[in-house]
């Protein structure tokens, strides 16, 4: 595995790697997963997807200062790079960017990439300029290593619309591809968060995912206004106070609008603070699922 600290490095390598694949069966291209480190099986899931699909593919470890909030965790983000590291290489990926933040950003940034419309709704009204943060680093990667294809976790449901939006707006030359949540054996999501939750605050994180389970259940029964289940939803955490619920919604999946009914895929998405760690989670429901014969 090549490790690149620069950006001229790292689209050599890039280069290089893509005119000396020897992967002939899979699709050409490079594959890019972008990543915050402090991996976790959920990370690696995508390495895997990226690679069933791509000769090359590449990954990034970068904590990026501009989607975190003056109070929010950047200095205490987990940093664990020799193990990331390690893990990718594991993994048979190509290509890891690592760049220092003055690489990324040398100057005071003063240009913005910002999806209006969605970028203040769900987390990104709970965070205010938290999604400007991510759109414009990953605008950057998408311009520094040009990938084929980039692979994101369906568990950040709200950033895959928003960067499904700007690819689209944009015309950038890439196949955004959404990946399925991995989760603990107890149904807990995976999240580089969880290493913040002591023993009792693990347990209680579960009722995110005992919310959704909820709904799922109120609408497999039949219910499909939205309303009844978020109510029926939200009586998980009444039972749960010491859970700061942030907010659960049922939505379109691509616009993120709300919705009063379920008669098409949606999705319902849930953030809430487990002490001071927010974690967030979601699922999608359909009315036609497909049929398999």
């Known amino acids: 595995m090549i490790v690149c600290t620069t950006i001229p490095d790292v689209r050599a390598a890039c280069h290089n790697a893509r005119a000396s694949s020897t992967r002939p069966s899979l699709a050409p291209g490079l594959g890019l997963v972008p990543t915050m480190g402090a991996l976790h099986e959920g990370h690696l899931s995508l390495v895997r997807a990226a ?4 000769r090359v593919v590449a990954a990034s470890i970068f904590v990026n200062p501009t989607q975190f909030g003056p109070t929010e965790d950047f200095s205490k983000y987990p940093r664990q790079f020799d193990r990331d590291r390690r893990l990718l290489e594991n993994e048979g ?7 220092a933040i003055d690489e990324i950003y040398p100057d005071p940034a003063v240009t913005w990439v910002v999806v209006e419309g ?9 965070r205010p300029g938290h999604f400007r943060g991510v759109t414009t680093i990953v605008a950057k990667l998408f311009n520094i290593v040009e990938p084929d294809a980039a692979f994101f976790g369906q568990k950040d449901a709200a950033q895959l619309a928003i960067i499904q939006r700007m690819v689209q707006d944009l015309n950038f030359p890439v196949e955004i591809v959404a990946c399925p949540i991995v989760r603990e054996p107890d149904g807990l999501a995976m999240s580089s968060r969880n290493a913040y939750l002591n023993p009792e605050e693990r347990n209680r994180a579960l009722v995110l995912q005992l919310s959704l389970q909820q709904a799922r259940q109120q609408f497999e029964n039949g219910e499909t206004i939205a309303a009844k289940l978020i109510s029926a939803a939200k009586e998980a955490f009444a039972a749960e106070p010491q859970v700061a619920l942030d907010y659960f919604e049922i939505v379109h999946p691509g616009t993120l609008d709300p919705v009063k009914q379920i008669t098409e895929k949606t999705l319902v998405a849930v953030a809430a603070h487990v002490g001071s760690t927010r974690l967030i989670d979601n699922l999608v429901l359909d009315p036609h699922p497909a049929t398999t014969l």
């Open 51 to 54: 690679k069933n699909r791509r």
């Open 93 to 99: 990926v190509d290509i890891l960017f690592a760049p």
């Open 118 to 126: 969605l970028s203040d709704k769900l987390d990104g009204r709970s």
